[in-house]
């Protein structure tokens, strides 16, 4: 039997890893008053929708896809943010 | 068999026609494009992963065409020893494939840069046979993620090897902040792998062939392609 999965993926530059980005955005917050905001890291989120036959098989696939394409492990990190059975709308397919 | 300059294209490459017009006219060496798809490099002396945006630059830059089904053969060919010259984009292609150390960053200044840069010539590899070390070569940029990353232990490695080939430099050949378009480490512009057979670079040698451009400090760059076919024929 093969169920619906949707997981969350967020990937992070490493620490170390400079992230201009996140430097041009904090700039901008203090631009606009955000004083308090100290740091800002850039990253990027994914919301992947996959057939698996159970939670562990779904876990698996995505961490590595994760480590191979979604994130580039010289200068990143990822963490599988959540995983969760796909229903609702999304699912009918 | 005729030995040849094999110019990979992925969908977004526009460097290609460049890297073509440098050995094709300007060096008149036997050259043909090679489609992402092609599997095998029969007859291919030379190996060149051209600059441009390939797959839209999506996800990192050269990260979806790693998986093109043509770098497989760029793989194996690069294994036996056999020279690649990877530019801009071609250079984030191959760090992504992991024929080369490292990644290259969003500039740090954000901004894309296009514009005239200096090199120093750090090491001798295959793509450096032309050019003596120490040399200043005065070559076009235009890249948007060209900021040169790798953790500590892999740039200790890399220095201690002689595996950083072109270091940026102003015209007087001084290392210095100013000097460095995107904040790369070490203002390491271009670097080999261990065989020193695979050389990737920012910079756009290939873009430099001819006077008529502007520059052509490249062509002492892509001349050493002629040693490939002379032995391969």
Redesign the interface.
């Given at each position: 039997m093969s169920n619906a999965w949707v997981a969350e993926v967020v990937v992070m530059p490493k620490a170390g890893v400079n992230d201009p980005q996140g430097e041009a955005i904090l700039g901008g917050l203090h631009d606009l008053g955000y004083r308090a905001v100290s740091r800002v890291r850039a990253g990027k989120q994914f919301r992947v929708e996959i057939d698996a036959e159970n939670e562990a098989a779904a876990r698996n696939a995505i961490a590595e896809m994760s480590d191979r394409v979604l994130a580039n492990p010289v200068i990143e990190v990822y963490e599988i943010e959540s995983l969760t059975p796909l229903t609702g709308a999304g699912a009918e397919r | 068999m005729s030995q040849q300059v094999g110019v990979v294209t992925f969908p977004g490459s526009n460097g290609d026609h460049d890297a073509w017009n440098a050995f094709a006219n300007d060096l008149g060496v036997p050259t043909r494009m090679v489609d992402y798809r092609e599997t095998d490099l029969d007859g291919i002396a030379v190996v060149v992963v051209p600059g441009g945006f390939s797959y839209g630059d999506y996800?990192?830059c050269g990260?979806i065409a790693r998986?093109a089904p043509v770098m497989n053969a760029v793989r194996e060919f690069a294994q036996r020893g056999g020279p690649v010259l990877g530019i801009c984009n071609g250079f984030q292609v191959l760090?992504?494939a992991h024929l080369l150390?490292?990644?290259l960053?969003?500039?740090?200044?954000?901004r894309f840069h296009c514009d005239w840069i200096h090199v120093k010539v750090e090491n001798r590899s295959f793509w450096t046979s032309d050019v003596e070390v120490g040399d200043i070569l005065r070559l076009p940029i235009a890249h948007g993620d060209g900021?040169y990353?790798?953790?500590d232990e892999t740039i200790a490695r890399l220095e201690s090897n002689g595996q950083v080939i072109f270091r940026y430099c102003d015209a007087n050949g001084a290392v210095l902040d100013n000097a460095n378009p995107n904040?790369s480490r070490r203002a390491i512009a271009g670097i080999a792998n261990e065989g020193r057979n695979v050389v990737g670079l920012m910079p756009h040698p290939e873009r430099a062939t001819d006077p008529l451009v502007g520059g052509a400090d490249g062509r002492r760059i892509v001349t050493a392609a002629l040693s490939a076919l002379q032995v391969a024929v």
């Open positions: - | 996800l990192r990260a998986f760090t992504e150390p490292g990644a960053l969003r500039n740090e200044s954000l900021s990353f790798a953790d904040g």
